[in-house]
């Protein structure tokens, strides 16, 4: 509540007097009026001015009544003769009256704002608890905190310290005035530590029997709202504290998704090197003469797998070795020359088989990570040979949709069951066709799956246009790129 200047409360004095006397006054000009009437209608006024105003000027009304009542009432009027017992009887009537109902109404009034400022309090608090759940980071949760302190509660600086990251922030004008020496104590202290002579107050964090960290409040700020503001604060930082650490653990699960899947995507790819060299070796080892030349070009493909195994096992190795920077490196990359690149170097795989290539050449650039989207790619590619006749193209297209990037590899093969088709993804899955045709492990699409998850694509099957396999790779287009 806002002070009463000096003439308000005068000027509500000199009312409540003019209230009662006028009373007086113009109850004895009317007929038939007696002194008990009289003095119930004062009774009422001043109880009415006592839960109005208050009780001063309730007494002020209480004895401006009773010396009117002794002036006005008595025969003869208009004269301070002895006054009759019933006259002094309504007067401590009407002194006690006011006394009683002001102070009753003031207690009434008290625990009314008592019961507004602890709503207020409340809200507050709720306030300062709601934005800290809007929070994503640690460091995030701890600049609100304090910030959210000096502007909800009308302090003049606040600062949060947090144990695990020996971090302190500070916010308001007066921020700076909180020592971080006394944050640390408070930390390790049971309860509330205070500064009178600075105003400064400093309670711990602890949620349960975790040690958080501590704040400090430059300010006046009661002792019960201090430790509400310090319980809230904590139950914010801890909330974060779990968001963050299931976020990690999160991340590497993923993580160990996708080192299990590049390895089994390598796993599967190693194959066709040892598959080329062997053919290349046993042609050598043939009777069947061979010239310079066709002796030659086999050492040469043998040299260029060889190579291309070393490359493939060091990498199978950094993953295997847990490299901490597995994750992909998303970044815009030109899809159609990754496509090309992709057909050249799975030229093995092809075994001279024909591809064809639609719509790659207007293609707009996506975010990728190259080397597993090339791990993809070959997986797709070396299932659309294994699976289709030798005499039929494999067709590697590419179209924007939606925002995103699709790349489809088609065959003309024994294509995928519609029942099937939710199944071919999973680990060590193979359709019932798929392992009369060719060997495999069922690991190819599972890893294939895993790493294109990883990379914010997606993935599916369909029928191609003459009953064969249409595998759909989707990525994002790069930031700024228009569909």
Known sequence: MRPVSVWAVCLRLVLSIIIAAGIVFGSVRLPHVNATTVALILV???VGLASALGWPE???????????????????????????PQHWVALTAFLLTAIVTGQLSALARRR??????????????????????????????????????????????????????????????EGALIPDLKLCEAAAAAGLLTQPESSLLFLPLRFGEQRLGSIGIKGRVSELLATAIADRTASGLARMMATEEARRAYARRKEEQLRASVLDALAHEIKTPLSTIKIAVTTLRSPCSTNGLDRAELLQIIDQEVERLNL??????????EEPDLRPKTEPQDVAKLIAETVKECAPILRNRQV????????PAAELDTGMVKHVLRQLLDNAVKYSPEATPVIVSSEVNCGSIVISVVDNGIGIPEQERSQVFNHGYRGAKARSLAEGNGLGLASAKCITESLGGAIWVTSGPSGGAAFHLSFPLAHGMKA
């Open 44 to 46: 009422l006024v001043i």
């Open 356 to 363: 064809e290539l639609q719509g790659i050449h207007t293609l």
């Open 312 to 321: 493939w096992v060091d990498e199978a190795l950094d993953t295997a070795l």
């Open 112 to 173: 009314s704002l008592e019961a507004l400022t602890r709503r207020k309090e409340i809200e507050q608090v709720f306030r300062l608890g709601s934005a800290l759940m809007e929070q994503q980071s640690m460091t995030g949760a701890l600049r609100t905190a304090a910030e959210q302190i000096v502007e909800i509660f009308g302090v003049g600086g606040a600062a949060v310290h947090y144990c695990a990251a020996h971090t302190t922030l500070h916010a308001g004008p």
């Open 58 to 84: 309730a007494l002020a009304a209480a004895l401006t009544a009773g010396l009117s009542f002794m002036y006005w009432l008595p025969s003869p009027p208009n004269s301070f003769g002895v006054p009759e």
